[in-house]
């Protein structure tokens, strides 16, 4: 530890910390846009530069290690007339349509320009126009807004190990885009949207339906349909200024009604049908010693990653359908015969933590019979614009129940909203299969929290099950290594794609701040130990939903509705 002097104030320090770290400590706000605090510094936007005494220039305090006796300035006339410059010289190059721009009044930049005072343009100039690409049916990237910052560019290679995109061409003609200027949709983009969560200006958003959700709710001859994600009701409170975690489970119900949808139904059903089916294939996997490892598939980022980069596992992944698209076919298969309704009168909408699960809804595997499982995708956030939008006081509604039958869940559907989820309810019924008993304890603590990647050991019956989660996909890709080198040690793997699971998905409000990604896990181990029905096998709707329509796991009728094929997908590059 050693002493600094910030702003006529004595601090302390610790070896090793950045300037910015210890102003961050010390509660000193400093702003930045470029910074990303779990990466190495690339002190490229230059806004939290400070004075430093005894160095002739300004100092990127997210760049510079602190030392012993400095004495920094924070706010000096020097400093705040370099910050407001830097602005200025950035808003130069940037459209000017914040009036229409999805992140208005939730851009970083827009937020700097009114703290710092600029009300005029000072540096007039004309920005070359670039073409908007709205290829993907995930993510639109408008090259217009783009300041730069690289923190979309660092996401994607050094947190998620994709690399789909990256900086071109040099000088004040520097891009960034996928490999030889292609669209995001030949490119290797997994369209998991974390680019999207750390953009801090408008360059990265999701591709929007509310549109198309809006007029088929306006349309009489439409009967709408909705279910939401197991992790939206632990994350979409925040939109709208409650604490981190507050699970708003029935209110979220309520909000839903309100909006006109004829039926609201709840994902963590079929998340508890997905673990019938994915625990099922498991136990006869185990028996025929076929394609193991198993490895889940409710993710479509990791789908895509899989199909792109190592086609040789498709064989691995479980042939489940994702909860979204299980319970998708559900409703224009069953629940449309029950109601008598055709199936291409009723138009499904999804709430979900990602923006992937737009480019899955999309896939041709799940458009049989010439109509989609799915037929709109909303993420979090555009549920958030919707309830604002109808005008609806979110946290003073009265919490209501989901509709029947598939409003019906266990907290082990619950714990797919995040890492570590899907595995440990697999567990619980994996175990009820093999041996018929419930497990002494329903908590696989070895498969919870947030690290990289997490092993167990699980002793069921006679066997001994080696299972595995991986916290996003740059640590899939590590463990896909060590079984092409030859581990063969695992029975079955987790993977989600985006760190901390749907939770941390790229359509969630845009604090990724770790604590809040904690605080969000945490919501559903507590929804867990609080209620009753704790595995899969225990939904009395999942079980009725066999008796009269399924038979049974596996079954030929379920394998026709439940399950699906994944083939090796050609890129660009």
Not at 343 to 350: H, K, M, R, Y
Not at 497 to 517: E, H, K, L, S, Y
Not at 543 to 548: I, P, R, V
Request: aromatic share 6%; net charge neutral; hydrophobic share 40%.
């Amino acid at each position: 530890m050693f002493t600094l002097e910030v702003n006529g104030r004595k601090i302390e320090a610790r070896n090793g910390e950045t300037i910015l770290d210890v102003l961050n400590r010390a509660g000193v706000k400093v702003p930045t846009l470029c910074h990303m605090k779990e990466l190495f510094p690339s002190g490229a936007c230059r806004v939290c530069s400070v004075e430093v005494e005894g160095f002739n220039t300004l100092i990127p305090s997210c760049a510079y290690p602190a030392q012993e006796g400095m004495v920094i300035k924070t706010n000096s006339p020097r400093v705040i007339k370099a910050r407001k410059t830097i602005i200025e010289l950035l808003l130069a190059n940037h459209v000017q349509d914040c009036l229409y721009c999805v992140r208005n009044g939730d851009c970083e930049l827009q937020e700097l320009a009114a703290v710092y005072g600029v009300r005029e343009r000072r540096f007039p100039a004309e920005p070359e126009k670039r073409p908007i690409d709205v290829s993907s049916p995930s993510i639109i990237r408008d090259q217009n807004k783009c300041i730069l910052c690289g923190k979309c560019v660092r996401t994607c290679e050094e947190i998620m190990g994709v690399s789909a995109i990256d900086f071109v061409h040099r000088g004040s003609k520097t891009i960034i885009a996928p490999a030889f200027e292609a669209k995001l949709n030949v490119s290797s983009c997994i369209n998991c949207g974390q680019c999207v969560l750390v953009c801090p200006t408008g360059a990265l958003r999701e591709r929007s339906y509310l549109k198309e959700v809006t007029d088929a709710l306006q349309n009489p001859n439409k009967f709408v349909v909705v279910q939401h994600a197991p992790a939206v009701s632990v994350t979409i409170s925040e939109e709208f200024g409650l604490k981190p975690g507050k699970d708003v489970d029935r209110l979220l119900v309520n909000a839903l009604r309100r909006l006109g949808f004829d039926r609201v139904f709840d994902t963590a059903f079929s998340a508890d049908l997905t673990i019938m089916e994915e625990a099922s294939e498991l136990v006869e996997r185990l028996q025929n010693g076929s394609q193991i490892p198993m490895m889940t598939s409710c993710s479509p980022g990791w789908i895509k990653y899989v199909e792109q980069f190592y086609p040789e596992f498709i064989p691995n992944i479980s042939t489940c359908k994702s909860p979204q698209q299980m319970l998708g076919a559900v409703i224009k298969n069953i629940f449309a015969k029950e109601q008598g309704i055709a199936p291409e009168n009723i138009f499904s909408v999804a709430i979900m933590p990602c923006t992937a699960k737009k480019f899955e809804a999309e896939r041709p595997e799940f458009s049989a019979n010439g109509y989609a499982d799915i037929d709109a995708v909303l993420t979090t956030r555009e549920l958030a614009r919707l309830i604002r939008m109808y005008g609806i006081e979110f946290d003073s509604l009265e919490p209501q129940e989901p509709d029947s039958p598939f409003g019906t869940r266990t907290t082990a559907g619950k714990l797919f909203g995040g890492t570590g989820g899907v595995m440990e309810a697999a567990l619980r019924t994996v175990y009820y299969m093999i041996t018929g008993k419930e497990p002494q304890d329903l908590v696989f603590e070895e498969v919870r929290g947030l690290k990289g990647v997490r092993e167990a050991r699980v002793k069921i019956g006679d066997i001994e099950l080696g299972v595995a989660v991986a916290n996003g996909i740059k640590n899939a890709k590590a463990l896909l290594e060590q079984i092409k080198a030859g581990r063969n040690d695992l029975h079955f793997i987790e993977v989600m794609t985006c760190p901390g699971g749907c939770i941390g998905g790229g359509g969630q409000p845009f604090n990724t701040d770790q604590n809040r990604v904690r605080a969000r896990l945490q919501a559903l181990y507590q929804i867990d130990q609080n209620e009753p029905l704790r595995a899969s096998h225990q939904n009395p709707l999942v079980n009725e939903l066999y008796e009269k329509y399924l038979e049974r796991p596996l079954s030929h009728q379920s394998h026709k509705l439940l399950h699906t094929n994944y083939a090796e997908r050609d890129v660009l590059v």
